[in-house]
């Protein structure tokens, strides 16, 4: 259910390694309640464009906002300075991030993993955080994995795991990056069904993956990347059938 509401607004944003240019001015920008899928090759970007989102990169040029709120800086006597890392902290906690390796926490339980940080971070009652935590895990099929070490599990139920994990933060917007991409194909799917379910409910996501079928169904916005910019965007039809760019059309040619 998009409305035009921008929940994710990302202007002008630059990124360098040393002398690696790897984002060079992109824009983008994510209605509330609506998925965009990001695409492109290896290296455009993708992932250093999510870590942008939440400041785990350090911006050279350029702005995120996140709800109206600029992320990692604000302005202070009439310029741009970085928060403290408290407040980058606290914004944190409103930009959920699955990433492709899961990245659970392998000594707590799967329950525990979803209690940490609503506990640790947002002072929720620990009764509370279960109680919700237990309905995530319903939410995502595994209400029996409660106790389970992650190791127990199998990639796809951990992924499940981790993204219910994010959710538990109740985050404006969930970013996944290439959520799928570590699983054998058979597990997949189950993943995939969980994300769908995420966005028939509203839920705004910006998704990094290859799963161009998957793309396709669930994304209001496709957006191709390549070489640190934004090549092209709009919705899947547009993009992925109809790609007005040659960049665009000979990447697709190579994952389909
Ligand atoms: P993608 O996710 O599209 O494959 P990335 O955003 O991961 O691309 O990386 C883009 C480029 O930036 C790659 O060449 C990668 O090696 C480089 N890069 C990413 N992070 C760093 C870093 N912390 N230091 C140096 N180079 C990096
Ligand atoms: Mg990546």
Request: glycine share 10%; hydrophobic share 40%.
């Amino acid at each position: 259910m998009p409305t035009d509401d921008v929940m994710v607004d990302i202007r002008g944003v630059h990124k360098s390694f040393g002398p690696l240019a790897v984002l060079r001015g992109v824009d983008l920008q994510v209605a509330a309640g609506s998925v965009t899928a990001v695409l492109g090759p290896s290296g455009s970007g993708k992932s250093t464009l999510l870590r942008a989102v939440n400041h785990l990169e350090k911006l050279d040029r350029g702005f995120v906002a996140v709800d109206g709120e600029l992320i990692g800086y604000r302005y202070q006597g009439g310029r741009l300075r970085e928060r403290p890392e408290r407040e980058v902290l606290r914004q944190r906690t409103g930009i959920g991030f699955v990433f492709q390796d899961f990245n659970l926490f392998p000594h707590l339980t799967v329950l525990e993993n979803l209690v940490e940080a609503p506990v640790g971070v947002l002072r929720r009652p620990r009764a509370t955080a279960r109680a919700r935590a237990r309905e995530l895990l319903d939410r995502v099929g595994l209400s029996d994995k409660a106790d389970a070490y992650p190791r127990r599990l199998s990639g796809g139920q951990q992924q499940r795991v981790a993204i219910a994990r994010a959710l538990a933060l109740e985050p404006k917007v969930l970013l996944l990056d290439e959520p799928t991409s570590a699983l054998d194909p058979e597990l997949v799917g189950e993943v995939l069904d969980v994300i769908r379910d995420l966005a028939d409910s509203g839920t705004t996501m910006i998704v990094v993956t290859h799963e161009i079928g998957f793309a396709r169904e669930v994304a209001d916005t496709v957006v191709f990347m390549d070489g640190g910019v934004v090549v092209e965007q709009g919705p899947p039809d547009q993009v992925l059938d109809n790609p007005r760019q040659e960049r665009t059309r000979a990447f697709l040619a190579k994952v389909r």
